[in-house]
């Protein structure tokens, strides 16, 4: 109950609420047949303002820290893989070189013997 009775959005009727959201509308004359507590209400309302917007920028902060970790995992994760795709690419590449290789070997030995080409 104490946590409602400083929660200056709890405390506002529906009327004053309007009252106030009216004030900050152009070329608008507001009566207000309680000044004072307007004004204390107003106040509070700042102040609570504040005090929630400290704590979104706090964290603001905790989230762009966490950010930049995901973003430098993503970044080492993607050079990692790079990597590996390249290493993977290599190896096939020079199989499929060592492949060749053979089939021309096995020709070559092949035609040397005088008996007939099975790849062409």
């Known amino acids: ?3 409602d009775v400083h929660d200056p959005e709890k405390r506002l009727t529906n009327q004053r609420r309007f009252t106030l959201m009216k004030m900050y509308d152009k070329d608008t004359i507001v009566i207000v047949e309680r000044p004072n507590a307007l004004i204390n209400d107003i106040k509070n309302y700042f ?3 504040e005090s929630k917007r400290d704590e979104m920028l706090k964290r ?3 989230l762009k820290k966490v950010f930049v970790k995901q973003k430098d995992l993503v970044f ?3 050079r990692q893989a ?9 190896k ?3 199989y499929s070189k060592r492949k060749k290789k053979k089939k ?6 092949l035609e040397i013997w005088g008996e007939e080409n099975p790849w062409e």
């Open 47 to 49: 102040e609570y303002v």
């Open 76 to 78: 080492e994760q993607e």
């Open 82 to 90: 790079k990597g590996w795709l390249r290493w993977n690419a290599s």
């Open 104 to 109: 021309e070997d096995i020709a070559r030995n």
């Open 1 to 3: 109950m104490t946590a």
């Open 60 to 62: 603001i902060d905790q």
């Open 92 to 94: 096939v590449f020079d």
